[in-house]
């Protein structure tokens, strides 16, 4: 997807395993994608990538329960490290939820 418009349409119909958002994306921005991921209770782990996050939306985002925030120097670097901790957040869960 290349808009939140676009993110947000297709989480409608279909829950990935998890999302993967950019804070500049146009029209309505990563921060309001989340937002609004949460408002309607979804709970799949999101990983935002930015890299130009004011520490205002790094703090807005972590209050709406981002589950990981890469800066994009460091994506290549981290970004593997991201999905496997949200691949065994996410193992966990559902083996609560079956238990």
Do not use: C, Y
């Not at 409608?12 to 990563?30: F, Q, S, Y």
């Not at 935002?48 to 996050?53: D, E, N, Q």
């Not at 460091?74 to 065994?88: D, H, P, Y």
């Amino acid at each position: 997807m290349h808009t939140g418009e676009a993110a947000l349409s297709h989480l409608e119909g279909e829950r990935p395993d998890a999302l993967i958002l950019d804070i500049a994306l146009p029209n309505i921005n990563g921060i309001d994608v989340l937002r609004s991921i949460r408002a309607k209770k979804w709970t799949l782990p999101v990983i935002i990538i930015s890299g130009r996050a004011t520490p205002q939306q790094l703090e807005e985002a972590r209050r709406l329960g981002v589950t990981e925030v890469i800066g994009k120097p460091e994506i290549l670097k981290n970004f593997t490290a991201a999905l496997a901790r949200v691949a065994s957040t996410e193992s966990a869960s559902r083996n609560r939820s079956r238990g």
